[in-house]
T-cell receptor, first 112, second 114 residues
Framework: AQKITQTQPGMFVQEKEAVTLDCTYD???????LFWYKQPSSGEMIFLIY??????QNATEGRYSLNFQKARKSANLVISASQLGDSAMYFC?????????FGKGITLSVRP | KAGVTQTPRYLIKTRGQQVTLSCSPI?????VSWYQQTPGQGLQFLFE???????NKGNFPGRFSGRQFSNSRSEMNVSTLELGDSALYLC?????????????FGPGTRLLVL
């Protein structure tokens, strides 16, 4: 069975600073994908970044980067230069055996 | 390219009624998945359809069902609604089934059961 753990209850960051959102996962599958989604108060899940289990380099998408440490089974999201619009819930997810499993999510609040 | 669309966006029903939610995937996407999101349980996988066939199913009672049409549009149905079915129902599409294709989500349907 797959499991995603996000233990940070809530995060605060000052505008323009960087922030790291933690995610650990557990799976017995060798092939899997790791995803981060953002969910603003409107409810829509917005895809941010993807990392494949066989990718040797950390994924980057604009201000988002994924710090992938396979041996530690962690896939932390780093947001650089935070903006007020980054305030939202952030979900880490893993896809293995065609099933997408989500963590509980982390609330990020960006202060002006 | 238009994103995933879901209708209706908001719905109020009473216990015992049934409801049908609709999802239109991104053009060219053939796989559609459904999720239920509640404050208590978080995001839970309901089922996934590809080529009009259910490929995966989550741990939900038989009151929850779905189908996919030849144009890849999907519907999910909940019969005999219970108060606990109040949730945000999210639909996601991806180009194909399986692998690690990214799923793109729609805006969701907020269902309130009274």
């Amino acid at each position: 069975a797959q499991k995603i753990t996000q233990t940070q209850p809530g995060m605060f960051v000052q505008e323009k600073e960087a922030v790291t959102l933690d995610c650990t996962y557990d799976t017995s599958d060798q092939s899997y994908g790791l995803f981060w989604y953002k969910q603003p108060s409107s409810g829509e899940m917005i895809f941010l970044i993807y990392q494949g289990s066989y990718d040797e380099q950390n994924a980057t998408e604009g201000r988002y980067s994924l710090n992938f440490q396979k041996a530690r089974k962690s896939a932390n999201l780093v947001i650089s230069a935070s903006q007020l619009g980054d305030s939202a819930m952030y979900f880490c997810a893993m896809k293995a055996n065609s099933k997408l499993t989500f963590g509980k999510g982390i609330t990020l609040s960006v202060r002006p | 390219k238009a994103g995933v669309t879901q209708t209706p966006r908001y719905l109020i029903k009473t216990r015992g009624q049934q409801v049908t939610l609709s999802c239109s995937p991104i053009s060219g996407h053939r796989s559609v998945s459904w999720y239920q999101q509640t404050p208590g349980q978080g995001l839970q996988f309901l089922f996934e359809y590809f080529s009009e066939t259910q490929r995966n199913k989550g741990n939900f009672p038989g009151r929850f069902s779905g189908r996919q049409f030849s144009n890849s549009r999907s519907e999910m149905n909940v019969s005999t609604l219970e108060l606990g079915d109040s949730a945000l129902y999210l639909c996601a599409s991806s180009p194909i089934f399986g692998t690690q294709e990214t799923q793109y989500f729609g805006p969701g349907t907020r269902l309130l059961v009274l």
